[in-house]
T-cell receptor, first 116, second 115 residues
Framework: GAVVSQHPSWVICKSGTSVKIECRSL??????MFWYRQFPKQSLMLMAT?????????EQGVEKDKFLINHASLTLSTLTVTSAHPEDSSFYIC????????????FGPGTRLTVL | DQQVKQNSPSLSVQEGRISILNCDYT??????FLWYKKYPAEGPTFLIS?????DKNEDGRFTVFLNKSAKHLSLHIVPSQPGDSAVYFC??????????????FGQGTTLQVKP
């Protein structure tokens, strides 16, 4: 199956700093990628849809200025959490469908963000 | 507004028995449904899916049933194995023919299969 990677797998940062999380499709091209966050024992909440070559589409309630998404190429999308605060601590997961491929989306392994 | 609901947070079954995980949805526009399995600190992995034009899809030990009139689907695992112990998420989308449609997830059900 298709492989999606994320980097870093975990990160600890101080409050007020910015953190960048990368999502890569390793063996396929992805014009669309999705970013989710998951709080402990809760559902995966879709944050935004990342579109290669155009602006991301954010879900209601997600601050676009706080969660900057850049889909720089057909294999890379980045999520930058700007001026991170402790309430941003969460598990961030990206996914990508294979164009013309299987019906499911393929998920990355996730990034654990802890803001002190 | 939780459009996809998994009302059972946890389920425990004996090895070899059947596991039945349930999922309800409210949005009648949903036309494609997927089940994912997730271990802690990992991304979800795809298990099985079903289109709204079907009422059953089977893949090995996994079978998904869809009842459109009741807006209900279920995942059956038989026989259950200890390695099946994980969190199971039900997901739905409203753009069935396109795998680029956004997924809406339920809250998940933690399955424990006891040896």
């Amino acid at each position: 199956g298709a492989v999606v990677s994320q980097h870093p797998s975990w990160v600890i940062c101080k409050s007020g700093t910015s953190v960048k999380i990368e999502c890569r499709s390793l063996d396929f091209q992805a014009t669309t990628m999705f970013w989710y966050r998951q709080f402990p024992k809760q559902s995966l909440m879709l944050m935004a849809t990342s579109n290669e070559g155009s602006k991301a589409t954010y879900e209601q309630g997600v601050e676009k200025d706080k969660f900057l998404i850049n889909h720089a190429s057909l294999t890379l999308s980045t999520l930058t959490v700007t001026s991170a605060h402790p309430e941003d601590s969460s598990f961030y997961i990206c996914s990508a469908p294979v164009a013309g491929g299987p019906d499911e989306q393929f998920f990355g392994p996730g990034t654990r963000l802890t803001v002190l | 507004d939780q459009q996809v609901k998994q009302n059972s947070p946890s389920l425990s079954v004996q090895e070899g028995r059947i596991s039945i995980l349930n999922c309800d949805y409210t949005n009648s526009m949903f036309d494609y449904f997927l089940w994912y399995k997730k271990y802690p600190a990992e991304g979800p992995t795809f298990l099985i899916s079903i289109s709204s034009i079907k009422d059953k899809n089977e893949d090995g030990r996994f079978t998904v049933f869809l009842n459109k009139s009741a807006k209900h689907l279920s995942l059956h695992i038989v026989p259950s194995q200890p390695g099946d112990s994980a969190v199971y998420f039900c997901a739905a989308r409203a753009d069935g023919s396109s795998n680029t449609g956004k997924l809406i997830f339920g809250q998940g059900t933690t399955l424990q299969v006891k040896p």
